[in-house]
């Protein structure tokens, strides 16, 4: 019996990395497969696991599922009961966004935010392709900027084409596992080529026509950086549905909604049309903006089908 961490997740078939640094094509023990998980994937990518290898050590069985540090998931967009979890025992999380070519939605980033802080792991926002951002592109990316950076949470200003910024995220990275997140075509295997130009990560051009990106990244892959550490590569995610969260507790996971909602006047207050509401009165000041404010409330109302 041998221990390893997932490296590579396709279908029911999975890349292990052993202690020793060998890669073992493993399959899933068949009772392993129904503990009643409501997942579409049961083992992911960074999971530790333990591994029975055959005797020339090339393939194996997975017996077992080591306790989670902590994972990410999202609502499976075929199955609106299950959940798919994107990665397992991570420390960090960079979500790419951009502007245009594509234009990623505020409130993707909003959802994938509070999903990271309901299991505490730390997030920044990386805004790519700004060599391609006209005045009013720039000033838009600032805003959000400025906005995100109040909340909190570290953004970045890049561009894979010029590559600036690159050794600081490179130090950023160092000797920890990394996730990077993003909508399709934000530029998230551009990024890891430039992080690891050896590992030539297959990537296309954003459609001009519909100005969206295509899926090429098709399963999430770990993959060992030179600096130290691991990166690992997702596909490109449509849309974030939220799961596994108490409504009650849904404005814990927007920090300043938080900081605030102890000055409302009820302690069950859900800041949506109680009497007396704190959160509801720093909108209207504009102290809590009103972009974060409306994710708020279509997560709590659930009613957005475009992002589950």
Do not use: W
């Not at 999380?93 to 935010?113: G, K, N």
């Not at 954003?206 to 098709?218: A, D, E, L, P, R």
């Not at 809590?288 to 089908?305: E, F, P, Q």
Request: glycine letters at 6%; aromatic letters at 8%.
């Amino acid at each position: 019996m041998e221990t390893g961490v997932v490296v590579k997740s396709v279908g029911i078939r999975y890349k292990v990395m052993t202690g020793s640094g060998s890669i073992i094509d493993c399959i899933l023990k068949g009772n392993l497969r129904v503990r009643g998980l409501r997942t579409t994937n049961p083992v992911a990518v960074g999971d530790k696991v333990k591994l029975m290898p055959d005797k020339n050590k090339t393939s194996g069985v997975i017996t077992e599922i080591l306790d989670r540090r902590n994972y990410i998931l999202r609502k499976a967009s075929n199955l609106s009961k299950q959940s798919q979890i994107i990665a397992a025992n991570i420390d960090q999380a960079f979500l790419m966004a951009t502007i245009t070519m594509p234009e990623t939605p505020v409130e993707f980033i909003d959802r994938f935010l509070i999903t990271a802080e309901a299991y505490n792991i730390t997030s920044k926002i990386i805004f790519n392709k700004t060599d391609l951002y006209n005045q009013s592109q720039r000033e838009m990316m600032e805003d959000m900027i400025s906005l995100y950076s109040k909340i909190g949470y570290e953004c970045i200003r890049f561009s894979v084409k010029d590559g600036g910024n690159t050794e600081m995220l490179r130090e950023k990275m160092k000797n920890r596992i990394t996730l990077i997140a993003g909508n399709s075509g934000v530029g998230k295997s551009s990024l890891i080529n430039l992080l690891h130009p050896g590992l030539n990560i297959k990537t296309e051009e954003i459609s001009s026509y519909h100005k969206q990106g295509k899926h090429v990244t098709t399963f999430p892959e770990m993959y060992i950086m030179p600096f130290g550490g691991f990166v690992i590569d997702t596909p490109g995610l449509r849309g974030f549905g939220v799961v596994d969260m108490d409504r009650n507790e849904i404005y814990h996971f927007f920090p300043e909604i938080f900081r605030i909602s102890e000055e409302c006047k009820f302690y069950n207050c859900l800041h949506s049309d109680e009497p007396d509401c704190a959160v509801r009165d720093a909108v209207e000041k504009e102290i809590i903006a009103l972009s974060r404010y409306r994710s708020y409330l279509s997560i709590l109302n659930d009613n957005n089908l475009k992002y589950r």
